[in-house]
């Protein structure tokens, strides 16, 4: 038990799937999963335990914002020995040559969070993702028939932007997306020794204006969660 999961000591797999919206974790749960037990829904923060072809993994929502997986995934990594969580999100693509349904692997992820303050580190911490996961990821793309886009992502504090043209900057320095988790993600992995990933489908293009709708959102997700699902356990 920890102040936001009720979950038993045991009962989260060593791999954990994180999509933001709990809501998700119930989808994948029900679509996926077989021998689903639900193991935490404490402030509705759905987290659902079952199997994949027969090995054991957990999927549990993340919320939005870095504050909000800087503690669930503290928590399952700290209280519940979690060893891998993978994200499984949207983003806003600001790279020119990324299309609406791409999926992409986060192999580090930049920010304007003041998260990484907490370390009193004398410099700026690159938050990176676990090689062993995205090989992984990698791996399970190509036999999916999946061509990610492997890069950088931005994860901001802040969904309305005041200067709507500021991701330009970001896209600059070849940042692939705008999301809002990854790397406090990272930085609690890299901090605690756990594997991270962040696997993403770009869900709104801000090059280009266009987004998704809910319905085709949904059906693109499946894409990325057998990517996720189908990695080797690190
Ligand atoms: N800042 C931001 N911007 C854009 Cl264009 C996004 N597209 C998807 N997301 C993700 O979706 C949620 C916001 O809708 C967040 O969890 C975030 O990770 C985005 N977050």
């Not at 037990?37 to 939005?64: A, P």
């Not at 993702?129 to 931005?154: D, I, Q, R, T, W």
Request: net charge negative.
């Amino acid at each position: 038990m920890t102040p936001h999961i009720r979950a038993k000591e045991n009962e989260f797999a060593k791999t954990v799937l994180m999509p933001g919206d709990p809501l998700r974790a119930k989808y994948i749960a029900e679509n996926f999963l077989d021998n689903v037990v639900l193991v935490n829904d404490v402030r509705n923060m759905l987290g659902y335990t079952g199997e994949y072809k027969g090995k054991k993994i957990s999927v549990m929502g993340s919320g939005m914002g870095m504050p909000s997986i800087g503690i669930y995934s503290y928590e399952l990594i700290k209280f519940y020995g979690v060893k891998n969580i993978v994200r499984v999100g949207s983003c806003g693509a600001i790279n020119e040559d990324l299309d609406l349904y791409d999926i992409i692997l986060a192999n580090g992820a930049s920010t304007n969070s003041n998260f990484q303050s907490t370390y009193k580190l004398n410099g700026i911490h690159s938050a990176t993702a676990s090689f062993e996961l995205l090989l992984s990821a990698y791996k399970s793309c190509e036999k999916l028939g999946v061509k990610p886009h492997v890069g950088n992502v931005l994860s901001s504090d802040i969904f309305y932007h005041d200067d709507p043209n500021d991701w330009k900057n970001w896209q600059k320095m070849g940042v692939l997306a705008i999301e809002m988790e990854a790397h406090a993600l990272y930085l609690n992995c890299n901090r605690l020794g756990a594997n991270g990933l962040t696997i993403l489908t770009v869900s709104d293009s801000l090059v280009t204006g266009e987004e998704t709708t809910a319905t085709e959102r949904e059906r693109s997700f499946n894409q990325m969660i057998e990517v996720a699902l189908n990695m080797d356990e690190a």
